[in-house]
């Protein structure tokens, strides 16, 4: 069984995803660390995350896996260091190559042959798994997807980081390729005034109703 989230940066999705998969006993699979996998080895090989030619020679020549829930690159686990701000700054650009969405839709579909997941990302839902059984969309206003942003950013400026995620959305659904939008058949849930509870609690009903 797949049970794929799609939303904005901010709207809960990671940490809802991990503890839904959780409950469930799912394994949780995070496609959005991919693509930061990728920025973060071109910034660790002094390549410029938005020369697309280099990002890509370089993301061929490493090898992703997942093991115990956390990303690894060449075998070692770099999971702390997928959210730094330099990754969040470039991230989306090197998402929108084609190519590389298709490095990261490949490795992502071959890990979950056979499984029963959890995943999430920004078009999860639309273009890497279309025909999951079970699709959502988080949402939240930017001021609260900020605000919880400043939790996890120490020593970052309200302001900074709302522009930031602004800005971010805008190319995310501005996107030729994997633009983020509500796919066909998905159950859309605001975040905005809900606990990390609530949310997963309405996820899990709605996967119990709709499987009775």
């Given at each position: 069984?797949?049970?794929?989230?799609?939303?904005?940066?901010?709207?809960?999705?990671?940490?809802?995803a991990r503890l839904l998969a959780e409950r469930l006993g799912f394994y949780f699979l995070n496609t959005g660390s991919f693509y930061r996998a990728y920025t973060l080895s071109a910034i660790d090989h002094s390549i410029d995350p938005l020369d697309r030619e280099k990002v890509l020679e370089n993301a061929k020549g490493i090898v992703l896996?997942?093991?115990?829930?956390?990303?690894?690159?060449?075998?070692?686990?770099?999971?702390?260091?997928?959210?730094?701000?330099?990754?969040?700054r470039y991230c989306s650009q090197v998402s929108s190559d084609p190519r590389i969405r298709e490095l990261v839709n490949e490795s992502v579909r071959k890990i979950a042959e056979g499984l029963d997941i959890v995943t999430e990302g920004r078009d999860t839902t639309t273009v890497i798994f279309p025909d999951a059984d079970f699709k959502f969309y988080f949402d939240a206003s930017p001021e609260v997807r900020a605000e919880r942003r400043m939790k996890d950013q120490p020593g970052m400026e309200y302001q900074e980081i709302l522009s930031s995620i602004l800005s971010r959305d805008k190319m995310d659904m501005e996107k030729a390729v994997g633009a983020l939008k509500i796919a066909p058949g998905a159950i859309v849930i605001d975040t905005s005034m809900l606990t990390i509870n609530q949310v997963c609690e309405k996820v899990v009903n709605a996967i119990r109703n709709k499987s009775q």
């Open positions: 069984m797949v049970v794929a989230i799609d939303g904005p940066a901010g709207s809960g999705k990671s940490t809802i896996s997942v093991e115990d829930g956390s990303i690894c690159i060449d075998g070692r686990n770099e999971e702390s260091r997928l959210h730094t701000p330099e990754v969040d």
